[in-house]
């Protein structure tokens, strides 16, 4: 299948690979369109890793096909020229500046001449990390660090960027500015691979999100239509009560809430809102401090939660 102006950029058909006994990729298919943000979602061993060596030429599947630009990245000299990839182990040179870092990376690329500068310019400006040009990566935070890394992986410009786990480790002024490199690169027509846990960036950026488990593609969609479908109209209410003892972290269970990441307390309900108030009510008239009521549409952390524990599948 060769790429065109409106064809996929890269397209995953049917692939499969196994590590001896263990099936890490199970006839998996999937496809990353130009100026797509498709965010590739899944448990720890549900094969993500694999498929990304695959897309990347560094792995060839025991049986299907990937095609990048409509080539095969792992015999294509072209095909792999095509991909930009920000890896999470970050691929810099902590002794460089910022803006040495690039110009390496350049050259390396095939850039020459006049060439290096305007795609060290692009890539900075992009990524915002122009403001810190002449500094030593190794003195850089963690967060800036993860832009950098960014800014190398798009110096030939790249159509199609794989990102993995961009946002680890990061502040949220790093993870805005890697939100807003990713939007301007969308814009640009990149097609972006975002392999992440981060499932708040991954809603708010992804035009479509795939989910892994176990090898295989479970579930694909638009973030919104997936958790309609899976939730209907119910609400989550969530509860800020403080720090609740063994006896009221007993009384909230007893509600149906329970312990979510934030601190808080929630549930599931269809009369969100009405129940919301009825809960808070019925609590602080018991003499539990209600801080806080909060009622909100699902999130992809509560899909990726029925899918992980494979309650839900395509």
């Given at each position: 299948?060769?790429?065109?102006?409106?064809g996929?950029i890269?397209?995953?058909?049917?692939?499969?690979?196994?590590?001896?006994?263990r099936?890490?990729?199970n006839?998996?298919?999937?496809?990353?369109?130009?100026?797509e943000?498709?965010?590739?979602l899944?448990p720890?061993?549900a094969?993500?890793t694999?498929?990304?060596?695959?897309?990347?030429?560094?792995?060839?599947?025991?049986s299907g096909?990937?095609?990048?630009?409509?080539r095969?990245?792992f015999?294509d000299?072209?095909?792999?020229?095509?991909l930009?990839?920000a890896p999470?182990?970050?691929?810099?040179?902590?002794?460089?500046?910022?803006?040495?870092?690039?110009?390496t990376?350049?050259?390396?690329?095939g850039?020459?001449?006049?060439?290096?500068?305007q795609?060290v310019?692009?890539?900075?400006?992009v990524t915002?990390?122009g403001?810190?040009?002449?500094d030593?990566?190794?003195?850089?935070?963690?967060?800036?660090?993860?832009?950098?890394?960014?800014?190398?992986?798009?110096l030939?410009g790249?159509?199609?960027?794989?990102?993995?786990e961009p946002t680890?480790?990061?502040?949220?002024?790093?993870?805005?500015?890697?939100?807003?490199?990713?939007?301007?690169?969308?814009?640009d027509g990149v097609g972006?691979?975002?392999?992440t846990h981060?499932l708040?960036?991954?809603?708010d950026?992804?035009?479509?999100?795939?989910?892994?488990?176990?090898?295989e593609?479970?579930?694909?969609?638009a973030?919104?239509?997936?958790i309609?479908?899976?939730?209907?109209d119910?609400m989550?209410?969530?509860?800020?009560?403080g720090?609740?003892?063994?006896?009221?972290?007993?009384?909230l269970?007893?509600?149906g809430?329970?312990r979510?990441?934030?601190?808080g307390w929630?549930?599931?309900?269809?009369?969100?809102y009405?129940?919301?108030?009825?809960?808070?009510?019925?609590?602080?008239?018991?003499?539990v401090?209600?801080?806080e009521?909060r009622?909100r549409?699902?999130?992809?952390?509560q899909?990726?939660?029925?899918?992980?524990?494979?309650?839900?599948a395509?």
């Amino acid at each position: 299948m060769n790429s065109g102006p409106t064809g996929p950029i890269l397209t995953v058909n049917a692939v499969r690979h196994a590590f001896g006994a263990r099936q890490a990729l199970n006839g998996v298919s999937l496809e990353v369109r130009p100026g797509e943000i498709y965010a590739l979602l899944g448990p720890n061993g549900a094969g993500k890793t694999t498929l990304v060596r695959a897309i990347c030429g560094r792995l060839r599947p025991n049986s299907g096909e990937v095609r990048l630009v409509g080539r095969d990245p792992f015999r294509d000299g072209e095909a792999r020229a095509a991909l930009g990839l920000a890896p999470q182990a970050l691929a810099l040179y902590p002794q460089l500046t910022v803006e040495e870092n690039l110009q390496t990376f350049a050259s390396l690329a095939g850039l020459r001449g006049k060439a290096v500068g305007q795609a060290v310019a692009n890539a900075m400006a992009v990524t915002q990390t122009g403001d810190r040009a002449g500094d030593l990566v190794r003195g850089l935070s963690g967060g800036f660090q993860r832009r950098v890394n960014i800014a190398a992986a798009i110096l030939a410009g790249p159509k199609l960027l794989v990102l993995d786990e961009p946002t680890v480790g990061v502040d949220l002024s790093a993870k805005g500015a890697i939100s807003d490199a990713l939007i301007r690169l969308r814009a640009d027509g990149v097609g972006i691979l975002l392999v992440t846990h981060d499932l708040d960036q991954a809603g708010d950026l992804a035009d479509r999100v795939g989910f892994l488990r176990n090898g295989e593609k479970v579930l694909e969609g638009a973030p919104d239509t997936l958790i309609a479908d899976a939730f209907g109209d119910q609400m989550e209410i969530e509860l800020d009560v403080g720090e609740a003892g063994p006896g009221l972290a007993g009384r909230l269970a007893g509600e149906g809430l329970v312990r979510r990441p934030s601190g808080g307390w929630g549930r599931l309900a269809a009369n969100g809102y009405v129940l919301a108030g009825e809960l808070a009510e019925r609590l602080r008239a018991e003499g539990v401090v209600v801080r806080e009521v909060r009622v909100r549409r699902p999130s992809l952390e509560q899909l990726f939660a029925l899918v992980a524990e494979a309650r839900r599948a395509a």
